[in-house]
Nanobody, 114 residues
Framework: QVQLVESGGGLVQPGGSLRLSCAAS????????MGWYRQAPGKEREVVAT??????TNYADSVKGRFTISRDNAKTVYLQMNSLKREDTAVYYC?????????WGKGTLVTVSS
């Protein structure tokens, strides 16, 4: 059974930074895609950033230049968020695509407010 556990969310002022972490456990393929999605109140879940085991990365236009996704192995992924804006407020979810299946964490809340 695959489990994803996110950490690092919290309250931050506009312009501040946060670093999210996601640790996966269970049977994960070494060839996978890991990513971060977010869902703001009243909105649909959207992709924030993804990274493949081969090192390719993709970002939503709204976070390019501010957020950086990275991974240190097949089971841990990070999201460094800088220059945070109020509109970045959302629940952030970790995602892994492995052996053709999608796995999700329970989410961590990021609130950007003064």
């Amino acid at each position: 059974q695959v489990q994803l556990v996110e950490s690092g969310g919290g309250l931050v002022q506009p312009g501040g930074s946060l670093r999210l972490s996601c640790a996966a456990s269970g049977s994960i393929s070494g060839f996978n895609t890991m990513g971060w999605y977010r869902q703001a109140p009243g909105k649909e879940r959207e992709v924030v950033a993804t990274t493949t085991s081969g090192g390719s990365t993709n970002y939503a236009d709204s976070v390019k230049g501010r957020f950086t996704i990275s991974r240190d192995n097949a089971k841990t992924v990070y999201l460094q968020m800088n220059s945070l804006k109020r509109e970045d407020t959302a629940v952030y979810y970790c995602n892994v695509v492995s052996f053709g299946r999608n796995y999700w964490g329970k989410g961590t809340l990021v609130t950007v407010s003064s």
